[in-house]
Structure formats: structure tokens, C-alpha cells
């Protein structure tokens, strides 16, 4: 089983940056693909970004690329996503999300069985 919990949400300004956390708990956290996934009222959850247990292979949607950078300390259990440049429409509650052990890469939201909280980020113009 892997617990998570997001943190380092809040409201910054367009072109500002933030670093959002995720604590996993768990034995299998090493073995877990990790990834952030972003929410907006009345539309579908949203794959942003993931990378490999290994932390050697990444992915990343295509509106955040060269922005957006995720990142994973495995030692302290933590998943990172370092956000530059945001813009008004990165404003969401950004989620942390793991599948299975051992899953393929996917950016279907409905494979990923363990998920955070969420945390808000809201960008201003």
C-alpha cells in the first residue's frame, strides 16, 4: 500500500514558479512510477508529468514541456515537480499518483490506483 501527500501549493503570479512535494509511504515506492496529474472544475483529471522508478526515464504533456520538471529523491520517498514560468492556465489542484508496481508508463488516469489529497495552485494574471 502507498500513502501520498502533496504539499507546496499556493497562489503566484504568471511567469512565478513553485515546487510542489509528494511524500509517499510504503514499501513499494521504489518500484512505483510516480506522477502528477492536474484538475479543473468540470473537466477530466489531467496528466502532467511522470517518471520512472529508476528516475531515468520521464514524460511530460506537451503544454508544460520546457516549464515543468519532475523529479524523484527515493531515498526520502518524495516526488517533485518543479513549475517555471507558470501561466493562468496551469491554476489547478495538482495531484500525486502512482499506479501498480511495475506498471508500464501511462498517462490514463484511471490505471493509477494510489493518489494524494491534492494541493491548489493558482496563477494570476
Known amino acids: 500500500q502507498v500513502q501520498l501527500a502533496e504539499s507546496g501549493g499556493g497562489l503566484v503570479q504568471a511567469g512565478g514558479s513553485l515546487r510542489l512535494s509528494c511524500a509517499a509511504s510504503?514499501?513499494?515506492?521504489?518500484?512505483?512510477?510516480m506522477a502528477w496529474f492536474r484538475q479543473t472544475p468540470g473537466k477530466e483529471r489531467e496528466f502532467v508529468a511522470a517518471?520512472?522508478?529508476?528516475?531515468?526515464?520521464?514524460y511530460s504533456t506537451d503544454s508544460v514541456k520546457g516549464r515543468f520538471t519532475i523529479s524523484r529523491d527515493n531515498a526520502k520517498n518524495t516526488v517533485y515537480l518543479q513549475m517555471n514560468s507558470l501561466k493562468p492556465e496551469d491554476t489547478a489542484v495538482y495531484y500525486c499518483?502512482?499506479?501498480?508496481?511495475?506498471?508500464?508508463?501511462?498517462?490514463?488516469?484511471?490505471?493509477?490506483?494510489?493518489w494524494g489529497q491534492g494541493t491548489q495552485v493558482t496563477v494570476s494574471s
Open positions: 499518483a502512482a499506479p501498480p508496481p511495475l506498471t508500464p508508463f501511462t498517462t490514463n488516469p484511471n490505471v493509477y490506483v494510489h
Open positions: 510504503g514499501r513499494t515506492f521504489n518500484r512505483n512510477t
Open positions: 517518471i520512472a522508478w529508476s528516475g531515468f526515464s520521464r
